[in-house]
């Protein structure tokens, strides 16, 4: 529990329940000190409610000026550790000034929530989502506690998603066209293509598609971009010939991808790419990039 006040000792426990706790999905996330938990799932729109308990240490009373819940969305760049820019602020106010003897609880709901953006973790961002509790005392400080959850939300099949088609050329060298059956793919979706050889004058080792995630965080001089390669998939061994085409089959099940985030409240980005890359027997590469669009798409029997 996080606690600002005077003494060593918390003068209560605070206690933040979901109503739906014990039959919601729950999803793993990690923590400032590094370890991870379960935290439950909601999706936008959805009705956030539970209860708040506060137990103060026995035959001890707590005065204060009032208690709150808040609903906070919250991004936090690591090079500004610390500060936390809310996209979204909602308050209710659970008690009026007074003193606490015994253990109390406090309803709270919180109804139809936009929650837009999901909740993200990153190599130098992090998206979340809390419930804070904040216990106004005089003069000592307030108490605070806050809650994790996560949100994860969901996009239908796209009606459009446009197949990509592009060349790798070398002058009088090697050309390559390549084709990706689409440019959308749900997070557990299969990569399908083939890739056409049309002229090959240099002696080609081997060949591979990497999935490779760019996420950018700040904005012009402070802009910060970090590229991770997450997989690597080798296509071919051995030099190719003129008019053969190799097949393309990636399945995404095994990746920790996340859906693909645009400019989210002008802090951050999330992109993703396939790179085609070819490497020769004095191991120069080649290499052609294309940015995809990732998403998630809602789970029925029916889906893959």
Same mark, same amino acid.
């Given at each position: 529990?996080?606690?600002?006040?005077?003494?060593?000792?918390?003068?209560?426990?605070?206690?933040?329940?979901?109503?739906?706790?014990?039959?919601?999905?729950?999803?793993?996330?990690?923590?400032?000190?590094?370890? &991870? +938990?379960?935290? #439950?799932?909601?999706?936008?729109?959805? @009705?956030?409610?539970?209860?708040?308990? /506060?137990?103060? !240490?026995?035959?001890?009373?707590?005065?204060?000026?009032?208690?709150?819940?808040?609903?906070?969305?919250?991004?936090?760049?690591?090079?500004?550790?610390?500060?936390?820019?809310?996209?979204?602020?909602?308050?209710?106010?659970?008690?009026?000034?007074?003193?606490?003897?015994?253990?109390?609880?406090?309803?709270?709901?919180?109804? &139809? +929530?936009?929650? #837009?953006?999901?909740?993200?973790?990153? @190599?130098?961002?992090?998206?979340?989502? /809390?419930?804070? !509790?904040?216990?106004?005392?005089?003069?000592?400080?307030?108490?605070?506690?806050?809650?994790?959850?996560?949100?994860?939300?969901?996009?239908?099949?796209?009606?459009?998603?446009?197949?990509?088609?592009?060349?790798?050329?070398?002058?009088?060298?090697?050309?390559?066209?390549?084709?990706?059956?689409?440019?959308?793919?749900?997070?557990?979706?299969?990569?399908?293509?083939?890739?056409?050889?049309?002229?090959?004058?240099?002696?080609?080792?081997?060949?591979?598609?990497?999935?490779?995630?760019?996420?950018?965080?700040?904005?012009?001089?402070?802009?910060?971009?970090?590229?991770?390669?997450?997989?690597?998939?080798?296509?071919?061994?051995?030099?190719?010939?003129?008019?053969?085409?190799?097949?393309?089959?990636?399945?995404?099940?095994?990746?920790?991808?996340?859906?693909?985030?645009?400019?989210?409240?002008?802090?951050?980005?999330?992109?993703?790419?396939?790179?085609?890359?070819?490497?020769?027997?004095?191991?120069?590469?080649?290499?052609?990039?294309?940015?995809?669009?990732?998403?998630?798409?809602?789970?029925?029997?029916?889906?893959?």
């Amino acid at each position: 529990m996080n606690y600002i006040i005077g003494a060593f000792k918390p003068p209560c426990d605070i206690f933040v329940t979901f109503s739906d706790e014990r039959t919601r999905k729950q999803m793993q996330i990690k923590k400032d000190n590094g370890k &991870t +938990v379960m935290v #439950p799932a909601f999706q936008s729109l959805e @009705t956030i409610a539970g209860e708040v308990s /506060i137990a103060p !240490v026995p035959g001890k009373r707590l005065e204060h000026t009032g208690v709150k819940i808040e609903l906070l969305g919250q991004i936090e760049l690591y090079f500004d550790r610390g500060n936390f820019y809310d996209f979204t602020s909602l308050v209710r106010e659970l008690d009026v000034p007074g003193e606490i003897y015994e253990r109390k609880t406090y309803p709270f709901e919180f109804a &139809t +929530v936009e929650m #837009p953006y999901e909740s993200y973790n990153g @190599t130098n961002v992090r998206l979340r989502y /809390i419930l804070k !509790v904040t216990i106004g005392r005089n003069y000592v400080g307030s108490i605070v506690e806050s809650r994790d959850f996560c949100v994860r939300n969901y996009s239908p099949v796209p009606t459009i998603n446009n197949s990509i088609k592009m060349e790798v050329g070398i002058e009088d060298c090697l050309h390559i066209e390549f084709e990706y059956s689409k440019s959308k793919y749900h997070l557990k979706d299969v990569i399908i293509g083939k890739i056409y050889f049309l002229l090959v004058r240099i002696k080609i080792k081997n060949m591979e598609l990497e999935i490779r995630r760019r996420e950018s965080t700040g904005s012009g001089p402070n802009t910060y971009v970090e590229t991770e390669t997450l997989a690597k998939f080798e296509l071919m061994d051995g030099a190719p010939v003129r008019g053969e085409s190799i097949p393309v089959r990636l399945f995404l099940t095994p990746y920790e991808l996340t859906p693909t985030y645009r400019n989210i409240n002008n802090k951050f980005s999330v992109k993703y790419y396939l790179n085609l890359v070819l490497v020769d027997e004095e191991d120069r590469r080649y290499f052609k990039q294309q940015e995809i669009t990732m998403y998630r798409l809602l789970e029925t029997p029916q889906s893959s």
